[in-house]
């Protein structure tokens, strides 16, 4: 797994590194450089072992960088792709908002727009209104 994210902090990086990631490219990044750490991190997955995430009517290829639903490819933006992926992987976790604007948007962009939920609400529809579900935002609450 190849981490993009928006925080370089030496911390950050060592967390992430410890928690499983095979790679880490700090933004801003070379695109030459980060294509061939993607190669590398390929190469190093030829086996083909979990290449293909496998979600009933919905694969997910992260070598080919692919999504098939019932067997036809489905067109996706760049960032649709990195969000599907990121939650595939995060299958069976809570990822929160703040944890996917970070892995998709530059730390340097405050503004509070809805991007994220633009990005949601096309995978829905490419994918299945049933295929990413959302748990209602829980703020400060006391037990």
């Not at 992430?16 to 993607?38: I, N, Q, T, W």
């Amino acid at each position: 797994m190849l981490l993009l994210p928006a925080r370089d902090a030496s911390a950050n990086r060592v967390r992430v590194l410890d928690s499983g990631a095979d790679d880490y490219v700090v933004k801003p990044f070379d695109l030459l450089e980060l294509l061939a750490r993607m190669r590398t991190l390929v190469r190093r997955g030829s086996s083909g072992a979990g290449a293909r995430l496998d979600f009933s009517e919905v694969v997910l290829d992260t070598a080919q960088l692919c999504v098939w639903r019932n067997g036809d490819v489905v067109a996706l933006l760049p960032s649709e792709y990195s969000l599907l992926e990121y939650l595939a992987l995060h299958r069976g976790e809570v990822v929160t908002h703040n944890m996917l604007y970070g892995h998709l948007f530059d730390e340097n962009d405050d503004t509070l727009s809805n991007l994220l939920d633009v990005r949601v609400s096309n995978l829905r529809r490419k994918l299945g209104q049933n295929f990413i579900v959302t748990l209602p935002r829980l703020f400060n609450r006391t037990v």
